[in-house]
Structure formats: structure tokens, C-alpha cells
């Protein structure tokens, strides 16, 4: 197994009491699905600086199990 880096971000970093879980390879992908995600699932009607950088801070890089390419 190889492993590769992503970004992660979970609702519940970000204070919500939701099991929302965003995995992508770019913290701008994980960005573009949390607010696609806040706005649909949480009524947000627009992503403020302020919690686009709490956003931003919960964002973690995790190792994931890929498959060996061949
Ligand atoms: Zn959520």
C-alpha cells in the first residue's frame, strides 16, 4: 500500500454537530465542498472571512491507504 497526503475537514472541528466529513487533495477542494456543504445542509447564506479562516484552521492533513500503481 502507498500512502498519500489529503486535506481533511470534519463539521464537527468546526463546532457543528453534524458527521460531515470532506476529504480532498487541495485545501481550495476541501474549501469549494465546505461551503457547498454549509450553504446546502446548514442555511448558511454566505461564507464570512471569519469563518472561512475557522474553516481553514480545522483543515488537517491525513495519510490514506491508495492502492500501488502499477
Ligand atoms: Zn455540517
Not at 487541495?26 to 454549509?38: L, P, R
Amino acid at each position: 500500500m502507498a500512502k498519500e497526503e489529503y486535506k481533511q475537514l470534519s463539521c464537527s472541528d468546526v463546532g457543528m454537530a453534524c458527521g460531515f466529513q470532506v476529504r480532498a487533495k487541495t485545501e481550495a477542494e476541501v474549501m469549494k465542498h465546505a461551503k457547498t456543504h454549509a450553504t446546502e445542509a446548514h442555511g448558511l447564506k454566505e461564507i464570512s472571512a471569519n469563518t472561512e479562516k475557522k474553516i481553514k484552521e480545522a483543515i488537517k492533513t491525513v495519510s490514506v491507504d491508495v492502492p500501488e500503481k502499477k
